[in-house]
């Protein structure tokens, strides 16, 4: 069983940057490949940004490209999303999420965090 955590979500101003952290914990073999969704009001969950499990292969939305930038510590079993020049329509709860392989989607993720609200201000 792996267990998955998010922490750093919080109230910021637009503009502002924050960094989220994600703690695995169990079989770490399952979080080859980890990735952030992120899930505003009223709308469906996406996909944000992923990491393999070497840190090589990374992947963005769009929306964040440039913005946000994934990176992991496998001594520590973290993975973090630096988030910068956020946006108001950044404002979501962020899931971390964990798969045995690389992979960007969520149907494909075999753990998942509770997640950690993001709130900008504008």
């Known amino acids: 069983q792996v267990r998955v955590i998010e922490s750093g979500g919080g109230l910021v101003q637009a503009g502002t940057s924050l960094t989220l952290s994600c703690k695995t914990s169990?079989?770490?073999?399952?979080?080859?490949?980890v990735g952030w969704f992120r899930q505003a009001p009223g709308k469906e969950r996406e996909f944000v940004a992923a990491?393999?499990?070497?840190?090589?292969?990374?992947a963005y939305a769009d929306s964040v490209k440039g913005r946000f930038t994934i990176s992991r510590d496998n001594a520590k079993n973290t993975v973090n999303l630096q988030m910068s020049s956020l946006k108001f329509e950044d404002t979501a709860v962020y899931y971390c999420?964990?798969?045995?392989?690389?992979?960007?989607?969520?149907?494909?993720?075999?753990?998942w965090g509770k997640g950690t609200l993001v709130t900008v201000s504008s």
């Open positions: 999420a964990a798969s045995g392989r690389w992979t960007i989607r969520s149907d494909a993720m075999n753990y």
């Open positions: 169990g079989n770490t073999f399952s979080n080859n490949g």
């Open positions: 990491i393999g499990l070497s840190g090589g292969s990374t």
